[in-house]
């Protein structure tokens, strides 16, 4: 007699399909590029999203250094740490992380656009970022993606 009960389904670890992408960063803005990328890791493309399980795709981003930042962030964005220590307050701007790791630039921007709890941890190991088109997923053969023509 339930022909006509429609359930909500919920998706768990068991039931979610991963599938492994490859985007391409040559030309692309740092944060359109990192909110696109985190939709893809969170899930939010998929209609069985659920918010509190890990039901993305794994994502590997190639040519990490040719990524471009808007008006004078290069000079004017800074990047701050501290080490721990009274007056252990250190500061990059982007274009010295850049100099140093093109790769972290990246991944600073998409782990900031990840929820602050386990689940956006879990998510973040979910990403792989390169510098140079070669990469080390070739045998999960990944499905090549071009986030302009995502809607």
């Known amino acids: ?3 006509l009960s429609y359930k909500t389904v919920s998706a768990n670890q ?3 399909t991963k599938e492994w992408l490859l985007v391409d960063a040559d030309g692309q803005a740092l944060g359109r ?3 696109e990328v985190a939709k893809l890791l969170r899930g939010k493309h998929k209609p069985n999203f659920t918010p509190h399980v890990d039901c993305g795709d794994n994502v590997v981003i190639i040519n990490a250094e040719k990524i ?3 008006g004078n962030k290069w000079d004017d964005k800074t ?3 501290h080490t721990g220590y009274p007056g252990g307050q250190r ?3 982007a274009k010295e992380l850049y100099g140093k790791n093109p790769t972290r630039l990246v991944e600073k921007a998409v782990k900031g656009m990840l929820p602050k709890n386990k689940l956006g941890a879990a998510l973040f190991r979910n990403l ?3 510098t140079g088109s070669e990469h080390n997923q070739e045998a999960q053969k990944p499905r090549v993606i071009n986030l302009n023509e995502i809607k």
């Open 1 to 3: 007699m339930d022909t």
């Open 14 to 16: 068991n039931t979610v």
């Open 128 to 130: 792989k970022v390169y």
């Open 33 to 35: 590029l990192a909110s």
């Open 68 to 70: 471009t930042l808007s």
């Open 91 to 93: 500061s990059l701007s």
């Open 79 to 81: 990047y701050i740490r």
